[in-house]
C-alpha cells in the first residue's frame, strides 16, 4: 500500500533533524578536538630565526624596552610569583633571553625590573647581559589599575600586566604535617605549583607539589624504589612521603641549574604577593638568626644586591644521587622526630660530589670523629 505524501513529509523532516543533530554535534567535537591539539613548534621557525640577518640596539636598553613591549600584545599574563615575565629571542645566530619583572617591593612605587642576556651554556662563561632599573625619570609609567594589575607604558606603547592571582590558594589541612606552616604558594616558571611550607621546629623550608590543579608534566617512578618520581618534562624529582599523602620536592637537575633555565628549580619563585606579613623573613630568621636587620620582608638584602635562598633540595646529576633520601628515610639510626630533615640538604655543601640530607650528614660527621679517634 502507498504511503501518504504527510507521512513521507514526516519521516522526511524526522530525518533531517537526526542529520542536522548529528552535523551540529559532529561539528561540537571537532571544535573541542581542535582546541585540545596541542601547538605544533618546527625546526623551520627555528632554524630561520636563527640564520635571520638582525638588527638590535642590544648597547641601548630603552630603545630594547621599546621594542619588547612593541612586540607584545596589549595585555599580557604573569604566571610566576615573583612576577617574572619571560622572554627570548633570536639575534645575529645567538639566542637571547630576558624578563621584565614588576616586583613586590618595589612596583607600587613606578618601577620595572628589565633584563635581557645571551642565553647561558654550560660552555660559556662571561657572557652579555643588561639590567636596567626603570621608572618615571626614564620614562617608563608603571601603573597599578587593579588588584595584581600593572600598566606599563614606554614610549608609544602601553601594556597590561596581569599577575598570576593565587591569593586563594591554600593547602589541603591534611597535607600539613604536625608543627608546619604555610608560608604561601609558589607557582614557578616550568608551570609547576607548589606548596611553601617551614617548619620551625626543625628549622627548615620544604616545597610540596600542589596536586589540587592539574600537573603539566608527568612523574615516573625511578629505580630502586618506588617512593622517588621523577618529571619528564622538568626533571623535578618528589618523594612520597610516608606520613602524610603528599610528595615532596627532592632534587633539581643540575644543569637546568647552571644555565638558569624554567627548570632550574622554585628557589627564585617565592610567593612573594601572598605572604603575610613577615612570615617569610621570621622563617628566614629562625634559620639564620645573623641576617636580623639586614634583610626585608622577602628575604631580600636592604640594597637590592642578593636574596636568602630557600632551596632545601639537592641538584642532581644522576637518578642514583637521588636514593640517598629514601636511604635516609628508611635508615633505623634516624630518630622518628628527624624524619622530614631527611628532605633537606645544606645548601654550603653545594659542590661537594655526594649531597646527603642533614641527618645523614651528622652520622658520617659522627662516623669520621669516631674513626679519628680509634685511629690515635
Known amino acids: 500500500m502507498p504511503r501518504s505524501r ?24 571537532q571544535a573541542g578536538a581542535e582546541y585540545k591539539r596541542p601547538r605544533l613548534y618546527t625546526n623551520q621557525n627555528y632554524l630561520e630565526d636563527a640564520m635571520k640577518d638582525t638588527e638590535l640596539p642590544l648597547d641601548n636598553p630603552k630603545a630594547m624596552l621599546e621594542w619588547v613591549l612593541g612586540s607584545l600584545p596589549d595585555r599580557v599574563k ?4 615573583e612576577s617574572y615575565y619571560y622572554f627570548n629571542f633570536y639575534h645575529q645566530g645567538i639566542r637571547y633571553a630576558g624578563n621584565l619583572r614588576l616586583d613586590a617591593k618595589d612596583r607600587d612605587e613606578g618601577k620595572l625590573h628589565f633584563a635581557y642576556f645571551e642565553d647561558l651554556q654550560e660552555w660559556t662563561e662571561n657572557a652579555f647581559i643588561n639590567y636596567s632599573h626603570l621608572g618615571e625619570a626614564d620614562g617608563v609609567k608603571v601603573e597599578r589599575i587593579g588588584p595584581l594589575m600593572y600598566r606599563v607604558s614606554f614610549a ?13 590558594v591554600v593547602p589541603p589541612p591534611y597535607l600539613l604535617a604536625p608543627d608546619e606552616k604555610y608560608i604561601g604558594p609558589v607557582f614557578d616558571e616550568s ?20 596536586e589540587t590543579v592539574r600537573i603539566p608534566d608527568q612523574l615516573r617512578m625511578t629505580p630502586g624504589t618506588n617512593r622517588i618520581l621523577v618529571g619528564t618534562r622538568t626533571g623535578f624529582a618528589y618523594y612520597q612521603d610516608f606520613r602524610v599523602n603528599r610528595k615532596i620536592l627532592i632534587g633539581v637537575f643540575d644543569a637546568n641549574s647552571r644555565v638558569n633555565n624554567q627548570f632550574d628549580g622554585p628557589f627564585d619563585q617565592l610567593p612573594d604577593s601572598f605572604v603575610d606579613g613577615d612570615a617569610l623573613r621570621d622563617a628566614i630568621l629562625a634559620v639564620e638568626p645573623s641576617l636580623k636587620g639586614k634583610i626585608d620582608r622577602f628575604g631580600g638584602s636592604d640594597d637590592g644586591s642578593g636574596r636568602f635562598l630557600v632551596a632545601p633540595y639537592t ?45 645523614l650528614k651528622k652520622l658520617a660527621s659522627e662516623g669520621q670523629k669516631k674513626t679519628k679517634k680509634r685511629a690515635k
Not at 78 to 81: A, D, F, G, I, Q
Not at 156 to 168: H, Q, R
Not at 191 to 210: E, H, Q, T, V
Open 315 to 359: 641538584y642532581y646529576r644522576t637518578l642514583d644521587e637521588l636514593y640517598v633520601f629514601h636511604q635516609c628515610t628508611t635508615d633505623k639510626r634516624v630518630p622518628r622526630d628527624a624524619y622530614y630533615q631527611c628532605f633537606a640538604v645544606d645548601a654550603n655543601d653545594y659542590g661537594v660530589s655526594t649531597l646527603l640530607p642533614y641527618p
Open 156 to 168: 608609544n606603547k602601553s601594556v597590561i600586566f596581569e599577575l598570576n592571582d593565587l591569593s586563594k
Open 191 to 210: 608551570g609547576m605549583r607548589f606548596f611553601l611550607l617551614f617548619n620551625p621546629k626543625l628549622k627548615l623550608f620544604l616545597y610540596i607539589l600542589d
Open 6 to 29: 504527510s507521512a513521507v513529509a514526516t519521516r522526511m523532516m524526522l530525518l533531517s533533524g537526526i542529520v542536522a543533530t548529528m552535523l551540529v554535534a559532529l561539528t561540537g567535537f
Open 78 to 81: 604573569v604566571y610566576p610569583t
